[in-house]
C-alpha cells in the first residue's frame, strides 16, 4: 500500500470516527463540572498503600524498638526504619517527577524527549528501590526475631533453610523485574536515539 | 458566548480529531474511551491559554497527540510499542469487506512506525502541510519532507518484506 493510497483509506475510515452525541454531551457536562479526575498527574492507588504499609512497618518498628536489647540489632532497626520511610518517599517523588507535566506547552517532539527521560529517571529510581527492598529484607529477619524476644540462632534449619531460600526467592524476583526494567530502558533509550536522528 | 459553551462548540466541531488521535495510539475501547477523555480535559484546562495567534487545530493536535503520549500504557512500562492488534484483529473479525481489510493494512503499516514517525504520518494523512506539520511536531519544514520520504521508504520495505 503506498502512501497516497494510505491517504484514501485514512480519509474514507474519517467519515466513520463519530463519537454517539449523547456520550460526549454526557462527558462534556460532567467534566465542566469538575467531576472528572484527570490520570495524568493522578499517583495510584497501589503507591499510596505501599506507602502506608511502609509507614506502618516503621512505627511499628519505633514501638518496639525498647524491647531490642542487642546493639547489632538496634542498628538494624534503625536502618530499617529509614529505609522504610525513604523507600516510599523516593516512590512518589519520582512517580510525581513523571507524571508532573503540562501538555500543552510543548511540541509533540518535546513531550516524546520528556516523557522518555522522564520515564528513565523512573525507572532508574526504581532499580535503586528494590536493591534497596533487598537490603531491608535482609535486616528484617533478625530485628524481627529480637522483638519477639526469638533467638534465630536456636530456630532449628533458619540459617541453613529458611533464611537462604527467602533469600534466594527475593533475588529471582528482584532480577526478573529488573530485568524487565532494563529492557523497557533499553527501548526507551533506543526510541530516544531514533528520533533524533 | 461564555467560555463553557464555547469549548463545548469548539469540541463538538472537531472531535473526529480527537476521536482518531485516540484510536491511533490504543489498543483497547476501554482505553480509546479513557484517552478521548483525558484528551477533552486536557483541551478544557489549557482553553485559556489558546490563543488567536495559534490555529485552532494546530492547538488542539498538539494537546491530544501529546496527552496521547503521556498517558502511554504507563501499567505495562512500555514506550515504544502501541499495539494496534485489538483493533486490526477485531477489523479482521467482523466482515469479510474489502474496505475494512484496508483499514486493516493501513493499520499494520502504521504500526511499524515509532512515536515521531507515526504522529508525521498521522498528520500527513490528515492533509496536513509540510509546514503545519512541523509547527505540530516542533520540526522544520525540510525535516518533515525528509522524515516523510523516510517513512515512505520503510512502508516499502516493510511490503516488499512481507
Known amino acids: 500500500m503506498e502512501l497516497e493510497e494510505m491517504k484514501n483509506v485514512w480519509q474514507e475510515t474519517s467519515k466513520a470516527t463519530k463519537k454517539p452525541d449523547h456520550l460526549t454531551n454526557q462527558f462534556l457536562e460532567k467534566m465542566t463540572a469538575k467531576k472528572y479526575n484527570s490520570?495524568?498527574?493522578?499517583?495510584?492507588y497501589s503507591e499510596y498503600i505501599g506507602s502506608v504499609i511502609c509507614f506502618l512497618a516503621a512505627i511499628y518498628l519505633i514501638i518496639n524498638l525498647n524491647k531490642i536489647e542487642r546493639?547489632?540489632?538496634?542498628?538494624?532497626?534503625?536502618v530499617g526504619m529509614l529505609l522504610l520511610f525513604i523507600l516510599p518517599i523516593i516512590s512518589m517523588l519520582s512517580l510525581r517527577n513523571l507524571k508532573n507535566i503540562n501538555v500543552s506547552s510543548k511540541t509533540y517532539l518535546e513531550a516524546i524527549e520528556d516523557f522518555g527521560k522522564r520515564k528513565i529517571n523512573f525507572l532508574k529510581f526504581q532499580k535503586l528501590n528494590i536493591s534497596l527492598a533487598l537490603f531491608l529484607l535482609v535486616i528484617a529477619v533478625p530485628v524481627l526475631s529480637a522483638i519477639k524476644g526469638k533467638d534465630i540462632d536456636q530456630t532449628p534449619n533458619f540459617w541453613t533453610l529458611t533464611f537462604p531460600i527467602t533469600i534466594a526467592f527475593f533475588l529471582i524476583f528482584a532480577l526478573w523485574v529488573l530485568r524487565s526494567y532494563r529492557r523497557i530502558l533499553n527501548e526507551t533509550a533506543k526510541m530516544l536515539s531514533e528520533i533524533n536522528n | 458566548m461564555d467560555k463553557k459553551s464555547l469549548f463545548i462548540k469548539v469540541i463538538k466541531e472537531n472531535e473526529g480529531l480527537i476521536f482518531k488521535v485516540a484510536n491511533l495510539y490504543t489498543n483497547s475501547l476501554h482505553d480509546q474511551?479513557?484517552?478521548?477523555?483525558?484528551?477533552?480535559?486536557?483541551?478544557?484546562?489549557s482553553f485559556d491559554s489558546?490563543?488567536?495567534r495559534s490555529k485552532l487545530s494546530t492547538w488542539m493536535y498538539?494537546?491530544?497527540?501529546?496527552?496521547?503520549?503521556?498517558t502511554l500504557k504507563t501499567a505495562e512500562r512500555k514506550i515504544k510499542t502501541i499495539s494496534?492488534?485489538?483493533?486490526?484483529?477485531?477489523?479482521?473479525?467482523?466482515?469479510d469487506n474489502p474496505e475494512e481489510h484496508k483499514v486493516k493494512a493501513l493499520y499494520e503499516r502504521i504500526k511499524i512506525l515509532n512515536l515521531l514517525e507515526k504522529g508525521i504520518i498521522m498528520l500527513y494523512l490528515e492533509g496536513k502541510s509540510h509546514q503545519e506539520i512541523g509547527e505540530i511536531v516542533g520540526i522544520s519544514t525540510s525535516n518533515v519532507g525528509t522524515k516523510i520520504s523516510r517513512i515512505k521508504e520503510k512502508l516499502k520495505n516493510y511490503g516488499t518484506k512481507k
Do not use: C
Request: no cysteine.
Open chain 1, 71 to 78: 546493639p547489632l540489632m538496634q542498628i538494624f532497626a534503625f
Open chain 2, 33 to 45: 474511551e479513557d484517552l478521548y477523555q483525558e484528551i477533552v480535559f486536557q483541551l478544557w484546562k
Open chain 2, 50 to 52: 489558546f490563543n488567536d
Open chain 1, 39 to 44: 490520570k495524568i498527574n493522578k499517583i495510584g
Open chain 2, 62 to 70: 498538539r494537546v491530544a497527540m501529546n496527552t496521547a503520549i503521556y
Open chain 2, 84 to 95: 494496534i492488534d485489538a483493533e486490526t484483529e477485531h477489523v479482521a473479525n467482523v466482515s
